[in-house]
T-cell receptor, first 115, second 112 residues
Framework: AQKITQTQPGMFVQEKEAVTLDCTYD???????LFWYKQPSSGEMIFLIY??????QNATEGRYSLNFQKARKSANLVISASQLGDSAMYFC????????????FGSGTRLQVQP | DTAVSQTPKYLVTQMGNDKSIKCEQN?????MYWYKQDSKKFLKIMFS???????INETVPNRFSPKSPDKAHLNLHINSLELGDSAVYFC???????????FGEGSRLTVL
């Protein structure tokens, strides 16, 4: 079974600063995918970024980047230049690379961006 | 066009009632899911269908029964509703290459 750990239930960051949201995972699969999703107060789940376990480079999507350290089994999300609209719940998730497996989610981190 | 749509968005009902939540996706994906998000925001997989075939059935009470009439639809029927069923239920479909899940807006079920 896979286990995803997000150790920060809540985080605060000043507007325009960078913030790192931690995620560690425990899987014995040789191949897997890592995902981050954002859930604002309105409730929808928004895909942010994806990293394959065999990808050599860390994934980046605009202000989001994924600090992937395979040996440590960590996949931290870095948000640069935080904006007020970044205030939300952030979920890390892992998926076995067998096509039919569902995403297993961590417990989430609530990020609040302060002006 | 909404990629994954769920109806209803809000559902308030009494204990013991039976209710259904419908989900439709127009992305052409083969795999669809139901997730439950509890009051602590924890997301847990309930079911998964691939091209109308049930492939994941987590330890969910028999009162919950998914139905997939075709690969674009995955409905969730719940019998004899209990207080603990109150949650937000998310439908999702999966993109085949990366495995990214596309979520519906969620259906908030409140059992009184």
């Amino acid at each position: 079974a896979q286990k995803i750990t997000q150790t920060q239930p809540g985080m605060f960051v000043q507007e325009k600063e960078a913030v790192t949201l931690d995620c560690t995972y425990d899987t014995s699969d040789p191949s897997y995918g890592l995902f981050w999703y954002k859930q604002p107060s309105s409730g929808e789940m928004i895909f942010l970024i994806y990293q394959g376990s065999y990808d050599q480079q860390n994934a980046t999507e605009g202000r989001y980047s994924l600090n992937f350290q395979k040996a440590r089994k960590s996949a931290n999300l870095v948000i640069s230049a935080s904006q007020l609209g970044d205030s939300a719940m952030y979920f890390c998730a892992v998926q076995r690379d067998t096509g039919r497996r569902a995403l297993t989610f961590g417990s989430g981190t609530r990020l609040q961006v302060q002006p | 066009d909404t990629a994954v749509s769920q109806t209803p968005k809000y559902l308030v009902t009494q204990m013991g009632n039976d209710k259904s939540i419908k989900c439709e996706q127009n992305l052409g994906h083969d795999t669809m899911y139901w997730y439950k998000q509890d009051s602590k925001k924890f997301l847990k997989i309930m079911f998964s269908y691939n091209n109308k075939e049930l492939i994941i059935n987590e330890t969910v009470p028999n009162r919950f029964s998914p139905k997939s009439p075709d690969k674009a639809h995955l409905n969730l029927h719940i019998n004899s509703l209990e207080l603990g069923d109150s949650a937000v239920y998310f439908c999702a479909s999966k993109e085949g290459h990366t495995g990214e899940l596309f979520f519906g807006e969620g259906s908030r079920l409140t059992v009184l």
